[in-house]
């Protein structure tokens, strides 16, 4: 996939590009030809090698973000921000506060007051119990009826709910804004997620010991015990979508990012067993007091609106990424 630079624009900034989504779109980006420029913590564990084999243009802290892009938005063509507080059970909401919407309302009006076009990270957490629906109506009606079950979701919330607000209301936006609500992404570069790992992940080194793993026990009669459904999407179809939105500035928004096909976790074990060429060994536990009240049972991302704007690709089965995701660890571990 080409570039598609404006006037000499051939940079992109991918915050959290060190990240589990954030490192797999700086390395796709970078083989398009972009110049990549990245801003993360890295701390002091293993973070950097999800950055060993991508040509970096410069890294920074985030710290630094907002000084770097003042000095060289001449040059940047999009800004993808992925950066957060991702852990939906972070308890210190100053944190969030100060790390997804602070920040992401900084980067917005830089990108407004540049010309710089901005797609962020949303999430699907979001629509909280999905009362409401998974429908990614970007109407500030519908917005306000959503209920997010925890900090990490409201603070995607209020950032979508006040770029909607920005445009309605006629004031200065970006040249192409762009909002991604990630369902439940699995794929490579996770591993430094630790809790917020996919169940991919927790799950592999146990099956591949031939032990048996757990699931969580249902609390609602309505879904048997790991029946708890989910729409699992690999990593490689959010940088697809990515892509595809780098090359077609026009298009602007909130989108959902999922397969639109929810599984069970049932499913997702039997997957992992089926790639080890193993018959499934599953056990359940109940599921702990302190999620029981905010667990979501159901979660389907309704795909109308990114395909009504254009977007053809096709997303991986479950099956057939999960195939692939045991390969790449697999093959790590014979490293």
């Known amino acids: 996939m080409a570039i598609a630079a404006r006037h000499g624009r051939d940079t992109i900034l991918v915050t959290g590009g060190a990240g589990f989504i954030g490192s797999n779109i700086a390395r796709a980006l970078a083989a398009d030809g972009w110049r990549i420029v990245v801003a993360d913590w890295f701390g002091t564990g293993g973070k950097w090698k999800n950055l060993a084999d991508v040509l970096l243009d410069d890294v920074l802290t985030p710290d630094a973000t907002l000084d770097w892009l003042e000095a060289h938005h001449g040059r940047v063509e999009a800004i993808v ?6 852990a939906t059970t972070e308890p210190d909401v100053d944190l969030i506060v100060a790390r997804n919407i602070r920040t992401t309302l900084d980067l917005w009006s ?5 010309a710089v076009r901005l797609i962020y990270a949303s999430s699907a957490a979001t629509y909280g119990d999905g009362s409401s629906g998974f429908v990614d109506d970007n109407s500030a009606a519908h917005l306000a009826t959503l209920r997010p079950l925890n900090a990490y979701g409201w603070s995607k919330l209020a950032v979508d709910r006040r770029f909607v607000s920005d445009v309605v209301g006629g004031r200065p936006t970006p040249p192409q804004w762009a909002g991604l609500r990630f369902f439940n992404v699995y794929g490579p570069n996770e591993a430094h997620k630790d809790d917020m790992r996919s169940v991919i992940h927790k799950i592999y080194p146990l ?8 699931l969580f026990r249902s609390h609602d009669p309505n879904y048997e015990d790991g029946g708890q459904l989910r729409d699992f999407i690999h990593v490689d179809d959010c940088v697809a979508v990515m892509r595809w939105l780098i090359a077609e500035p026009s ?3 909130i989108f959902n990012v999922g397969t639109g096909k929810a599984r069970s976790f049932a499913d997702l074990a039997r997957a992992v067993f089926a790639a080890l060429g193993q018959e499934p060994r599953i056990s359940y536990v109940d599921m702990p007091e302190r999620i029981q009240k905010a667990y979501q049972y159901f979660t389907e991302a309704d795909m109308g609106r990114l395909r009504a704007a254009g977007y053809q690709g096709q997303f991986t089965t479950l099956e057939d990424g999960i195939t692939r995701y045991v390969a790449v660890l697999r093959s790590a571990e014979a490293r």
Not at 110 to 114: E, G, K, S, Y
Request: proline share 0%.
């Open 81 to 86: 921000h992925m950066g957060a507080i991702s």
């Open 110 to 114: 830089a990108a407004a007051r540049h």
């Open 207 to 214: 099956a591949a010991a031939g032990e048996t793993v757990t």
């Open 251 to 253: 298009v602007n928004g």
